[in-house]
Structure formats: structure tokens, C-alpha cells
């Protein structure tokens, strides 16, 4: 995963149909060990201007539920792999020691962010409660951190 440079986030629309937008993102672990997904909402060119105004968001704000893909693929078929990714999305506004922690960790992931006031701007933030991942080693393996 800290190789990966990108992932896809999927939503779902307004009329549930899936909407899916390739991301930027870091993996962290949050005080319990539950792996948390931060993606910002950057200065990349975008339709609106206000961030909260974006349709992943909207999404994210009507049906929290999303599934982040991260894929790898080759030619040589024996070193495909994905990882899916399955949490509850929330705005994570700044002004927080999180949203602090998870800009300065994008920044060192993507040299790009540098010139981007990631700080001054929201952040999707995803608590992933459980992974598939399929390609690796030992063939099919689950993690599932559903709350009981």
C-alpha cells in the first residue's frame, strides 16, 4: 500500500449508482490500530471552487459507506494484485492535530502537494473496517474489522 500512488474511491450517487474517482492518499493507523484513509481535496482543477461543493463529497455526506481500490497490474498475470478497502467516509475539516498529521504525511508522499495549501481545505477520511486483498502470496486473504 505505501508503494501505491493512487486508488480509486467509490461512492454512490444520488440515485445509487457507484461513482468512482482515482485519488491521492496516505494510510495511517488511528490510537486503536484501525487503519484510516485520508484522500484530500486538492487544488487539482476541478468544476467548482469550494471543495464541499465536489460530488464525491456530496456522496460521502448522503451515504457515508465507501470502497477504496488499489490495484497493481503486469503483464506478467502471476503479479496482479488488489487490495479493496471498505470504511465510513467523513469530512475531517482542519485546524486538528489529525488533519495536521495526515497533510504533512501526503506532502511526503506526493512532492507535488508542496506548492498546494493542503492545510487550509477539508480532507476525505475513511476508517476502513474491513480489507479483501486478492494476488498476494498466500492467495485470497480478508481482514475484517467490522465493530460487533
Not at 482542519?94 to 481545505?121: D, F, I, M, W
Request: charged letters at 25%; a negative charge; proline letters at 9%.
Amino acid at each position: 500500500m505505501e508503494a501505491a500512488r493512487r486508488a480509486i474511491l467509490a461512492t454512490l450517487d444520488p440515485h445509487g449508482r457507484p461513482r468512482l474517482v482515482p485519488v491521492c492518499f496516505a494510510l495511517l493507523d488511528d490510537e486503536t490500530g484501525t487503519p484510516v484513509l485520508y484522500t484530500p481535496l486538492d487544488e487539482k482543477p476541478k468544476q467548482v471552487t469550494d471543495p464541499r461543493e465536489l460530488a464525491r463529497v456530496r456522496d460521502i455526506l448522503a451515504r457515508p459507506e465507501v470502497t477504496i481500490l488499489v490495484d497493481r497490474w503486469d503483464e506478467d498475470w502471476s503479479r496482479l494484485a488488489w487490495v479493496r478497502m471498505f470504511g465510513t467516509a467523513l469530512l475531517l475539516e482542519r485546524g486538528t492535530a489529525e488533519h495536521e498529521g495526515a497533510v504533512q504525511t501526503l506532502r511526503v508522499k506526493y512532492p507535488q502537494y508542496a506548492g498546494h495549501s493542503l492545510e487550509t481545505r477539508p480532507l476525505i477520511r475513511v476508517p476502513i473496517h474491513r480489507i479483501t486483498a486478492w494476488g498476494d502470496p498466500s492467495g485470497l486473504a480478508t481482514v475484517d474489522n467490522t465493530p460487533a
